[in-house]
């Protein structure tokens, strides 16, 4: 096993005992497992190392599990929604471990990492209050309102689900898909990905802090090749978040299992600049909505077309603001981009860039791997003249790599915004909101911010969220949220018969019916 780094190396927050103490919350049958090193990004060197799991853990993590979920599900939403609610002045209170815990595992800037903890308490926030009256008890309407029945709809736990995180938002989304499938009474098996399970067993932690069961949500940690496919082949429903291709696998497997799933999955985002929009604010808002987190953001923007009237000057301004990022490591606020989480992200970004200069685009800043700064670091990056076939333009990057063009109007705008597999995310900039809307409508993607980045509409909360064509399946946040994770039931009760009263012909009793029907058609509270 490679040598960890000393105590003295690592953020103030954390001590190899911190490690082992967070270790003893992964769930195995068998304390004989091996251990996986758990790198620091900054440095490339190893922080510590966590339980290996086997696909015996995941069974046995499903059924300590689904043991829980039973007595949990007993409980009211209101005892349920209470424990989220203490979460989010937890996470607010202890969030200097989980930002060092993010920053160690995924290399990002501290910044960035903030956004995950403000995401959790927002989502805290919203589903602890919300929940309870989404889980009510439904009246709905029968054939005739008041006279023959009455309906209502109840809603159920679908059960154990099993939550696939990856390792770019180790905060997010290890326990903000989690909390609405908590509060709806079930129980969580959660996987987090390789590279990043500390945050999640952090996270965990607070989770039973704030008065969760402690066998109510369960961690394998260990290869996803190896563990997720015993996951989805155990769980009552899963939620994952990751590529489009890895996704396909989930979903096939959980038609054959016959259960349902959610999928986010990869993005081509696009920024729309129309020929109205305001620049000052369209480069500072398409500087974050490219870079963040190195670019490592399924919402974020790979592509940039500019009304041909503003692109010189949209190009000029865009590429000085990106030439002003800072880029460094560090576990202190201040530096603006921070690191790629892995090698094998770096090689992705690299190629995208060499493919791109074959095919004669112009690398206008950036374009360089910056080992000096650490082993994974890579330049902040705008491209103009890429071909429409170059890796760049058409595969996800996923790095901190972005392609700036001309358009002639909204048409052409539009056109190659929707030319594309993905459809996660997009935004438009103009100062007239009406025509931002109605551009934004033609989009053909699940969520698009006018005058933003992506940070306005993932922090809507209380509104959906997702993907269409190659980006996914299903919606996290508002009500589909946490909806997604109950079970529907219709209890319905005859107040009157609908049926033929004994010795009525049916002849006589159905055109008796459909003369009522045409009567109650004009009555409005039965229509």
Same mark, same amino acid.
């Given at each position: 096993?490679?040598?960890?780094?000393?105590?003295?190396?690592?953020?103030?927050?954390?001590?190899?005992?911190?490690?082992?103490?967070?270790?003893?919350?992964?769930?195995?049958?068998?304390?004989?497992?091996?251990?996986?090193?758990?790198?620091?990004?900054?440095?490339?060197?190893?922080?510590?190392?966590?339980?290996?799991?086997?696909?015996?853990?995941?069974?046995?993590?499903?059924?300590?599990?689904?043991?829980?979920?039973?007595?949990?599900?007993?409980?009211?939403?209101?005892?349920?929604?209470?424990?989220? +609610?203490? /979460?989010?002045?937890?996470?607010?209170?202890?969030?200097?471990?989980?930002?060092? /815990?993010?920053? *160690?595992?995924?290399?990002?800037?501290?910044?960035?990492?903030?956004?995950?903890?403000?995401?959790?308490?927002?989502?805290?926030?919203?589903?602890?209050?919300?929940? #309870?009256?989404?889980?009510?008890?439904?009246?709905?309407?029968?054939?005739?309102?008041?006279?023959?029945?009455? &309906?209502?709809?109840?809603?159920?736990?679908?059960?154990?689900?099993?939550?696939?995180?990856?390792?770019?938002?180790?905060?997010?989304?290890?326990?903000?898909?989690?909390?609405?499938? /908590?509060?709806?009474?079930?129980?969580?098996?959660?996987?987090?990905?390789?590279?990043?399970?500390?945050?999640?067993?952090? !996270?965990?932690?607070?989770?039973?802090?704030?008065?969760?069961?402690?066998?109510?949500?369960?961690?394998?940690?260990?290869?996803?090749?190896?563990?997720? #496919?015993?996951?989805?082949?155990?769980?009552?429903?899963?939620?994952?978040?990751?590529?489009?291709?890895?996704?396909?696998?989930?979903?096939? &497997?959980?038609?054959?299992?016959?259960?349902?799933?959610?999928?986010?999955?990869?993005? +081509?985002?696009?920024?729309?600049? *129309?020929?109205?929009?305001?620049?000052?604010?369209?480069?500072?808002?398409?500087?974050?909505?490219?870079?963040?987190?190195?670019?490592?953001?399924?919402?974020?923007?790979?592509?940039?077309?500019?009304?041909?009237?503003?692109?010189?000057?949209?190009?000029?301004?865009?590429?000085?603001?990106?030439?002003? *990022?800072?880029?460094?490591?560090?576990?202190?606020?201040?530096?603006?981009?921070?690191?790629?989480?892995?090698?094998?992200?770096?090689?992705?970004?690299?190629?995208?860039?060499?493919?791109?200069?074959?095919?004669?685009?112009?690398?206008?800043?950036?374009?360089?791997?910056?080992?000096?700064?650490?082993?994974?670091?890579?330049?902040?990056?705008?491209?103009?003249?890429?071909?429409?076939?170059?890796?760049?333009?058409?595969?996800?990057?996923?790095?901190?790599?972005?392609?700036?063009?001309?358009?002639?109007?909204?048409?052409?705008?539009?056109?190659?915004?929707?030319?594309?597999?993905?459809?996660?995310?997009?935004?438009?900039?103009?100062?007239?909101?009406?025509?931002?809307?109605?551009?934004?409508?033609?989009?053909?993607?699940?969520?698009?911010?006018?005058?933003?980045?992506? !940070?306005?509409?993932?922090?809507?909360?209380?509104?959906?969220?997702?993907?269409?064509?190659?980006?996914?399946?299903?919606?996290?946040?508002?009500?589909?949220?946490?909806?997604?994770?109950?079970?529907?039931?219709?209890?319905?009760?005859?107040?009157?018969?609908?049926?033929?009263?004994?010795?009525? #012909?049916?002849?006589?009793?159905?055109?008796? !019916?459909?003369?009522?029907?045409?009567?109650?058609?004009?009555?409005?509270?039965?229509?």
């Amino acid at each position: 096993m490679t040598d960890l780094l000393a105590d003295d190396a690592l953020p103030s927050t954390l001590t190899r005992a911190r490690f082992e103490r967070l270790d003893g919350l992964v769930a195995t049958a068998d304390d004989d497992r091996d251990r996986r090193a758990v790198t620091e990004v900054f440095t490339g060197g190893t922080a510590a190392t966590v339980t290996e799991c086997e696909p015996a853990d995941v069974e046995y993590a499903v059924e300590r599990a689904a043991a829980a979920q039973e007595r949990w599900a007993d409980r009211s939403p209101e005892e349920r929604a209470a424990v989220v +609610k203490r /979460l989010h002045d937890i996470v607010l209170d202890r969030q200097d471990e989980l930002l060092d /815990l993010a920053q *160690l595992e995924s290399g990002k800037s501290r910044a960035h990492a903030f956004e995950e903890v403000l995401d959790v308490a927002l989502t805290s926030r919203y589903y602890g209050y919300r929940a #309870p009256e989404m889980l009510a008890t439904e009246r709905r309407d029968a054939a005739v309102p008041l006279l023959s029945s009455t &309906a209502e709809v109840v809603h159920h736990p679908v059960g154990v689900v099993g939550v696939i995180a990856p390792w770019n938002y180790p905060i997010t989304l290890a326990i903000s898909d989690a909390l609405p499938a /908590l509060l709806a009474g079930n129980a969580v098996v959660l996987k987090p990905a390789e590279t990043t399970p500390y945050t999640a067993l952090a !996270l965990v932690e607070l989770l039973r802090e704030a008065g969760l069961p402690h066998d109510l949500v369960q961690v394998v940690t260990g290869d996803g090749g190896e563990l997720g #496919p015993a996951l989805v082949d155990s769980v009552d429903y899963v939620s994952f978040t990751g590529s489009t291709a890895t996704g396909r696998e989930v979903a096939a &497997a959980a038609g054959r299992n016959l259960v349902d799933c959610s999928l986010e999955l990869g993005g +081509k985002n696009s920024v729309v600049v *129309l020929d109205d929009a305001d620049l000052d604010e369209a480069v500072e808002g398409v500087v974050g909505a490219c870079f963040t987190n190195a670019g490592q953001l399924c919402i974020g923007t790979e592509r940039v077309f500019v009304d041909e009237s503003l692109y010189d000057e949209f190009r000029s301004r865009f590429v000085a603001a990106v030439s002003d *990022l800072s880029l460094g490591a560090g576990y202190r606020y201040g530096v603006d981009v921070g690191s790629l989480a892995s090698a094998d992200q770096l090689e992705t970004v690299e190629a995208h860039v060499a493919d791109a200069r074959e095919r004669g685009a112009t690398v206008h800043v950036g374009g360089d791997h910056r080992p000096d700064l650490g082993p994974y670091f890579y330049e902040p990056t705008v491209l103009t003249g890429l071909p429409d076939d170059a890796r760049a333009a058409c595969e996800e990057t996923f790095g901190p790599v972005v392609s700036v063009a001309p358009v002639s109007g909204e048409r052409e705008a539009i056109e190659r915004t929707n030319d594309t597999d993905y459809g996660l995310n997009a935004s438009v900039w103009t100062t007239d909101r009406d025509r931002g809307r109605a551009v934004a409508r033609a989009i053909d993607t699940g969520t698009v911010t006018i005058n933003g980045g992506y !940070l306005e509409t993932w922090a809507a909360i209380d509104a959906p969220m997702g993907g269409r064509k190659d980006s996914g399946i299903g919606r996290r946040h508002g009500e589909e949220g946490l909806m997604r994770y109950t079970e529907s039931q219709t209890i319905a009760a005859r107040n009157y018969p609908v049926t033929p009263p004994l010795g009525v #012909p049916s002849e006589w009793y159905a055109r008796a !019916l459909s003369a009522s029907l045409r009567l109650w058609r004009k009555v409005p509270f039965l229509r």
